[in-house]
Each structure stands twice: as C-alpha cells, then as structure tokens.
C-alpha cells in the first residue's frame, strides 16, 4: 500500500519530501525480500530509482548532509547487488569510503592462531586509516548489542593473539564508519572467485569490526557472515551453530528499543528474521539434524525445504499429505508447485500454471525440471522459454537451458543462455565454460578461447577449465597462454602429459610460425625449452616427450647443443626399446621402426654439424649399431624359421631399416676413406 501511495503521488511528494524516492526504494526492497524469487519488475524499477535518487545533486553534493550521502551510497550499492550489479555496486561503496575519508587495506601482521602454537605466523589484519582527523570525534551511543559466543575450543584460540596488538589497531570506528567498512567488505567478496583465501579476508574484515562493535544491526550482519563461514570448519561449527540461535533469539528480546534497532538497518543489509532461522536450517541439516530442520521449515512455511528434509528421511507421503491439508484451507499456485515437487505429477504444475492465470515461471520451471528429467529436451525447452519470458533473472534455469539446447545442437540459443548467466552473475565459472563450449560448437574458436579465460578467473583450480584452454589456445595461435596453461596443470597434476601440444609447440618453432599477433613463435623458444625441463624432470619414461626435448635442442646450430640433444635421443630410443615384448606387436613394430629410422637421421644430421670426423664415426656407428639392435629383435621374432620369410607388413618395415642402415653403411665408409 505505501508503495502504490509514494508511485502514485510522486510528483507532488518531490515538491513536500526530497527523500521520497528513496523511502520508496527500501518499500521496494523490504517487497522484494519477502517474494520467493527475484522479480523483473522490481528489478527494473528499484534500478530506475537509484539512477533518479543520485541525480539528486542539492541532497548528495551539500557538505551538511554528508553522512545521508554515506548511507545513500551504501544502500545503493546493496540495491545494485540484489539484482547482481556487483561493478555499479561496488562503485557506490567507493564513493562511500571516499566520503567517510576511510582508508581501508589487508595487511600482514605476526600472531598465533592455536593454544599450543610455538612460532609466531603472518596472519591477515585489516588496517583502517583516516584521511580527515577533523572526522573521529564521534559520539558512540552505549546499547545492547548481539551476544558474541566465544570459540570454546581446546586448540584454536578465540581470536588471533597478534605479537604487537598496535599492529591490528584501526582508528576509532562510529556506527556508520562500520557499515561502510562492511559495505567494502561485500564489495570485496563479489569482486573475487569463492575460495578458501577469499574467506579468510572476509574473516579479516569481520573480526576487526567485532572488536570495537558499537551497532546493533552492524553487529548482526557481521556475526551471521561469520557463522555462515564457520559452519564448514569442524572446530567452529559449534560456535557457529549457537551464534545462529542466539542471532534467532535475540529478535524477541525488548532491548535494545525499536529506534536502536533500526538505525543502519538499510546501510547494514540485515536479514531479515525468516532468513536467519532459514539459515539455521540449513546448518542444521548439514549436521545432520534432519527432523529439527524440517520442524523448523514447517514452523516458516518453507515447503521447498521441508520437502528435501522429508526427502532426505524417506517420507515423501508424509509430505504429501500436510501439503494437501494446506490446499484444503487454500489453494495456491506455489502449493500446487510443492505437490508437484512431491508427487512428481505433471498435472499438479499444470494445474498452478493455470491458478496463477498462466504467470507462475515457478510451475513453467518445474514442469521443465521434470521434461528434462524425461529426456524430452524439447518439450523442457519450450516450458524454460515460458519460465523466463516470465522471469529472466533465474539463473539456474537459464544454466539448465542452456544445457539442453547444447544436447539439441541449438547453439545459439545456448549461447544465448550461457550469456544471459554470466551476465547475472559473473562468477559462474560453469556458465563461461559452457559458454565456450557453445562457441566451439560454432566454429568460433577467438570468442571461446577468451571466454575459457573467464571461466578460470573464476575457478582458478580446476584442471579441466586449464585443460580446455589448452587446447582451445592452440588452435587459435596463443601459444604464450598454451605454454602458461601447461604450466599451471603441472602444478595441479604433476605428471601431467599432452605429446600432442608439445608436438605443436615444436614444429611451430621449428617452421617459424606466427602468433595469433602476427608475431613469430621462435620468441616462445625458452618458455618451452624451460616447459620440457620440467616435463621431464618429473616424467622420465616417456619417449615421445625426450625425442621432442632434443629436436627442440637441436633448432639452434650451436656446438654445446649438440652433445645435449644426442643424450636426450638416446634416453628416447632407451625408452621406446626397454618396453617388454614390443616385438611381438605390429604396430608397436611399426612406432619402433619409424622412430628408429628417424633418431638416425638425427644421429646423421648432428653427425654433418660436428667438426671433427672421429666424432662423426662414433655418432654414425651409435646410430649403425641402434638399426641393427630394432631389425635384429624384428626379424628374431617374425621370420619363419624354415622359409626365412616375413609377413608383408613386418618385411616393409625390415626394408626400411635395412635401407637407412645400408645409407649410414656408405656414410662410415666414406669418412674412414677419406
């Protein structure tokens, strides 16, 4: 009702009330989170608003109401968060810091972290400066604040004992200083890739504000954020747990009063109180407390997990049955939904598409799942189109779309969906990969090669998103990123080996090929010289990997790489060769013979480089002596003894041999008679 009001009479509210529209866009939060899924609608009236709020040049630019400024920037910039604007987002909580005159960094100071800790180790601490010394004489108001629950633990300390305590200490804080420190926080945590690292920084910024904590609702954002981190760590899930259920109990309590309370509740992004014991919830399922969660569900009327714990118990009729007697007292299209979600009956999402006067995405979106679940690709297509033509800011199901119109070759529509992902949210590494999968699929190697590189910003961990870049790289000519990539799978998987790639990377140096710049690969020459050292320092068996190492080598007409690039083809030939019974198979015959023809030509080539002619007899006698070891084993194995004949392909193959030996026969006599 207050927002139809404040929609309806704007123009005579910006007359009475400059703030109204910004009153207006926290009815329109407060609207957005009490609603299931993130509304188009709201989306695009709450980011008109903040657009027209900041154009508000009298309320923002006067020096008098500075701080308004502050919080308008913090709360514009969660506003830009909800909808997944991270950059725009973190742009306002800049121009928050800049206008508190905060300096905010992670640095490094020593400390402990356990009880029984000996040596002191570099630990992350936040360092907050201030620009302006006019700003820290503030008035901090003395109120209840959350409980903070201690880490009752026999090794891990409450809190890092730092050697110098200076070394942690911030400048004095006010309430709207912590916020905007938590605003920089959040801005933080969006901008990088979900890791243990990013985490820990996360931590850094929460236990500095909780050590001069002076807000109520700073002090609940704060101690929620860290039970949601700490719920993973089998030390910490304890305090974590108690933490989130002294969180639900604190609503009920009548201190601190109402006007406490609300002070920054906006600037904070406090959840709401649904949200806490939802969270409370999930820790208890992961814990294990199954039937604690699903009574906890129920008391919300969060059906969509308490179905997962009835699940998760092997009770689904059970389920059932309580939707059903909510259906009794009405009838709803989400209640239709959960039936559905339960019984797996498709006529229960129909019959919520056509409640909701064919505007449910939800019933779309399941009726999808379950076509999906079918293989009927094109029926789940047709109902995700319906899904989001009706709500576009779903990200799963524009994931799940996109996978289906990979499986049905609509390429351009995957594309279009894996776009529409990343655009959302742009830390789906998943979404990047499948992007540049679609690519592929379109012959467009450019776009998918710059779009792997995306999805490893995001998971910089992950072998098999290197690997894809890899390989992508080389058939688009980015052979500095190829050498790179190979690099970093050797530091995931240590013997890790493509014989393909290097082949490529050698012949490119070896016939002058051109980047994907134009510029020659010949410059690469120590990169992958300084690639195959590593390769074959941890992987010393493979022939194939030794043979390229000394044709690499051998590029350059320089007398010391002569000797080199001999040793490593005599370790290639000792490799192929020390494999037990090779004879006995044609096409190990076939691989044998072919190397062994081309290690002599080798052997012939470094022969014709050396100086001296008693080096040239003894390289030429090594390469003599190395044909007649692979056609004596050759022929032992595969000629008949009575006919003394050979199958076709074996005596083929002796022909070769037998003609390169005959070549380097000439060779010796040449250089002796001479």
């Known amino acids: 009702m207050v927002q139809k009001l404040m929609l309806g009479f704007t123009d005579s509210f910006d007359f009475y009330f400059e703030t109204h529209k910004w009153w207006l866009l926290r009815c329109l939060y407060i609207q957005q989170e009490i609603l299931d899924d993130r509304s188009p609608t709201l989306c695009k009236s709450i980011l008109e608003l903040v657009a027209l709020v900041n154009q508000n040049d009298e309320l923002f630019k006067d020096d008098r109401f500075r701080e308004a400024s502050i919080q308008w920037n913090i709360e514009a910039g969660y506003f830009c968060h909800l909808y997944f604007e991270y950059e725009k987002g973190r742009e306002y909580f800049e121009k928050a810091k800049n206008l508190s005159h905060l300096d905010i960094n992670i640095s490094g100071a020593l400390g402990k972290r356990t009880r029984y800790q000996e040596d002191d180790k570099a630990q992350l601490v936040l360092q907050v400066k201030r620009s302006n010394v006019q700003d820290e004489q503030t008035l901090i108001k003395d109120i209840p604040l959350p409980k903070n629950i201690s880490l009752d633990d026999d090794t891990v300390l409450n809190k890092i004992a730092f050697t110098d305590e200076m070394e942690k200490h911030s400048v004095q804080l006010s309430p709207l200083d912590q916020a905007v420190v938590l605003a920089c926080m959040e801005g933080h945590r969006r901008s990088l890739a979900q890791e243990r690292l990013t985490d820990e920084e996360v931590l850094t910024y929460i236990l500095c504000m909780l050590d001069q904590l002076c807000n109520w609702n700073v002090g609940v ?3 929620i954020l860290r039970s949601k981190l700490e719920k993973g760590s089998s030390r910490r899930v304890e305090r974590s747990m108690k933490q989130m259920e002294e969180l639900v109990n604190i609503v009920t309590q009548p201190e601190p009063a109402n006007i406490d309370r609300s002070y920054l509740f906006y600037s904070c992004h406090t959840p709401s109180v649904w949200k806490v014991k939802k969270e409370l919830g999930t820790m208890l399922l992961s814990l294990g407390c199954i039937s604690a969660a699903k009574d906890l569900y129920e008391s919300l009327e969060m059906w969509d997990e308490a179905i997962t714990c009835y699940q998760i118990m092997k009770k689904t009729d059970q389920a059932e049955v309580i939707i059903r007697e909510q259906l009794k007292k009405k009838e709803t299209p989400n209640l239709y939904c959960f039936l559905g979600d339960v019984t797996h009956d498709m006529n229960h999402y129909q019959k919520a598409w056509e409640l909701s006067n064919e505007r449910s995405s939800r019933a779309m979106r399941c009726m999808g799942y379950l076509y999906f679940g079918k293989k009927d690709n094109k029926a789940a297509l047709r ?8 709500n576009s800011l779903q990200i799963p199901v524009w994931f799940t779309y ?25 830390d789906n590494f998943e979404a990047w990969n499948n992007l540049g999968t679609a690519y592929i699929k379109l012959k467009d190697k450019p776009k998918a090669f710059l779009t792997m590189k995306e999805a490893i910003k995001y998971n910089f961990e992950s072998w098999q998103l290197w690997e894809n870049c890899l390989l992508i790289g080389v058939d688009c000519g980015e052979f500095e990123d190829v050498v790179n990539a190979y690099n970093r799978l050797l530091d995931l998987k240590s013997k890790w080996v493509d014989e393909q790639i290097l082949s490529i990377l050698v012949r490119a140096i070896e016939e002058d090929l051109t980047d994907s710049k134009g510029l020659p690969v010949r410059r690469f020459k120590p990169k992958i010289q300084q690639l195959f050292t590593r390769i074959t320092s941890q992987t010393t068996g493979n022939g194939e990997i030794w043979r390229l190492f000394a044709k690499l080598i051998l590029l ?15 370790k290639s030939h000792r490799c192929v060769t020390q494999t037990s019974n090779w004879e006995k198979d044609e096409k190990k015959c076939q691989e044998v013979s072919d190397q062994a023809i081309e290690l002599a030509k080798l052997y012939i080539q470094c022969a014709d480089k050396l100086p001296d002619r008693t080096q040239k007899l003894q390289n030429l006698s090594s390469a003599k002596f190395m044909l007649k070891g692979v056609i004596t084993k050759i022929k032992q194995h595969h000629q008949d003894p009575i006919t003394q004949s050979l199958p076709q392909s074996i005596d083929e193959l002796c022909k070769s041999l037998d003609d390169q030996f005959k070549d380097l026969l000439e060779r010796i006599d040449q250089l002796k008679n001479c």
């Open 221 to 223: 954002a704060c101690l």
């Open 556 to 570: 350059d007409n320089k007398p010391e790489n002569i000797d080199q690039g001999l040793e490593y083809l005599q």
């Open 383 to 390: 109902c995700f189109e319906k899904s989001l033509e009706i």
């Open 402 to 426: 996109g996978c289906v119109a990979l499986t049905t070759d609509q390429y351009e529509k995957a594309v279009k969906a894996f776009k529409r992902c990343v655009n959302i949210d742009s």
